[in-house]
């Protein structure tokens, strides 16, 4: 039970990465809410686990509302009268207009990076308020490896991951002071239900043979690594960038045509 009676608050946590991690904090003894836009799915799911014997609540959050971060984080504190643990999940692009520099409109790139960047600043601005007058607290950034790797496309989706990361480091370096850990969560391609729709088998395959574990991630390996920047098992770790991508990026990048020559040596 390494988040026994912590109190933790997951944006964008009604499927994929962030429900896992809902799952995996409360299995872990935390009190966790959903900060949702849809909140009959949030109880639905709360509703399930609680009946698991878990302890889930759900809060009204809408990324495209910046009113709502601060009063996700007031309904928490107001309900629990903490806030230990913020997981900042959100994070949105659009795949057929968010192409590569050239190509991309100006007010996609900005909108996109916008709503990413704001998401994490606002929501983490609100919950240090209260984390430095109880003592301390931690926030993760879900990011991605598409900010530290440049793509053929998605360009404000990666810039704004890459923000997130420099922002992490930010925010761990001013509030170290108050107690406050603020690391990141870099998932690879992981599956999902909206990566598995979304993929065709040519492009799955392509894009495995450059990952060293040859497969996709689960969203409980990505949740998992949010369990130990939740836990006390972190205290003296801030301003990490972990990458959970089973290898991506690490190897030559002549790797996915190398890694099956039999000749190669």
């Not at 499927?15 to 966790?32: F, H, P, S, T, Y």
């Not at 107001?78 to 968010?98: A, C, E, H, M, Y």
């Amino acid at each position: 039970m390494k988040l026994k009676d912590k109190i933790i608050l997951i944006t964008a946590s009604t499927r994929g990465i962030g429900l896992a991690c809902v799952k995996a904090c409360a299995k872990e003894g935390a009190v966790v809410y959903m900060a949702a836009r849809n909140l009959d799915l949030a109880k639905e799911e709360a509703d399930k686990l609680n009946a698991e014997g878990y302890n889930v609540k759900y809060v009204y959050n809408d990324a495209s509302k910046p009113e709502s971060f601060t009063t996700m984080i007031e309904d928490v504190v107001k309900d629990s009268g903490r806030i230990d643990v913020l997981v900042n999940n959100f994070g949105t692009s659009k795949p057929g207009q968010d192409l590569d520099f050239s190509n991309t409109d100006v007010n996609v790139f900005l909108d996109t990076v916008n709503i990413n960047l704001r998401s994490v600043f606002a929501a983490s601005k609100e919950a240090v308020k209260y984390m430095a007058k109880q003592g301390g607290g931690s926030i993760i950034n879900i990011s991605s490896v598409g900010g530290l790797v440049p793509d053929i496309s998605q360009v404000s989706y990666g810039t704004s991951k890459a923000a997130i990361n420099y922002l992490t480091k930010l925010i761990a370096v001013h509030e170290a002071r108050n107690n406050i850990r603020c690391n990141a969560v870099l998932p690879g391609m992981t599956a999902t239900d909206a990566v598995e729709k979304n993929l065709t088998g040519e492009f799955r395959e392509l894009f495995l043979r450059h990952i060293p574990f040859n497969r996709m991630g689960k969203p409980e390996e990505i949740a998992s690594a949010v369990v130990y920047f939740a836990s006390d098992d972190s205290l003296y770790t801030t301003g990490q960038i972990l990458t959970v991508s089973g290898g991506f990026g690490l190897a030559t990048p002549l790797y996915g045509d190398l890694a099956n020559n039999t000749n190669r040596r």
